[in-house]
């Protein structure tokens, strides 16, 4: 089981940037497929964006498209999410998973995730 840890949250003004942290131990992190999920009030979670397990292929919710970039650097055990012109909607507790499979190309399932972090607040104000 891998742990995972996310840090970067925070308030920010609507057009700002954040940069969320995922860092994670235990089993090989290089193995495994990364993702990035959220949870808005009264919502239910949905996927934001998800990284293969070499980094070569990433993909996002359409909600983030051109916005939001998911990246990893596998010699520090760490999944990254660089937020950018950020909207109130973006509002949420954003948190990161690890796929159940190694050498996975990446899901926008949260079922195919096993590991999941603690979660980290955004908040957006306008």
């Not at 742990?3 to 925070?10: A, F, I, Y």
């Not at 999410?81 to 973006?90: F, G, H, W």
């Not at 948190?95 to 195919?112: I, M, N, P, T, V």
């Amino acid at each position: 089981q891998v742990q995972l840890v996310e840090s970067g949250g925070g308030l920010v003004q609507a057009g700002g940037s954040l940069r969320l942290s995922c860092a994670a131990s235990g089993r090989a992190f290089s193995s495994y497929a990364m993702g990035w999920f959220r949870q808005g009030p009264g919502k239910e979670r949905d996927f934001v964006a998800g990284i293969s397990w070499s980094g070569g292929t990433t993909f996002y919710a359409d909600s983030v498209k051109g916005r939001f970039n998911i990246s990893r650097d596998n010699a520090k055990n760490t999944v990254y999410l660089q937020m950018n012109s950020l909207k109130p909607e973006d509002t949420a507790v954003y948190y990161c998973a690890a796929e159940k499979s190694r050498y996975g190309l990446g899901s926008r399932q949260s079922a195919d995730f096993g590991s999941w972090g603690q979660g980290t607040q955004v908040t957006v104000s306008s």
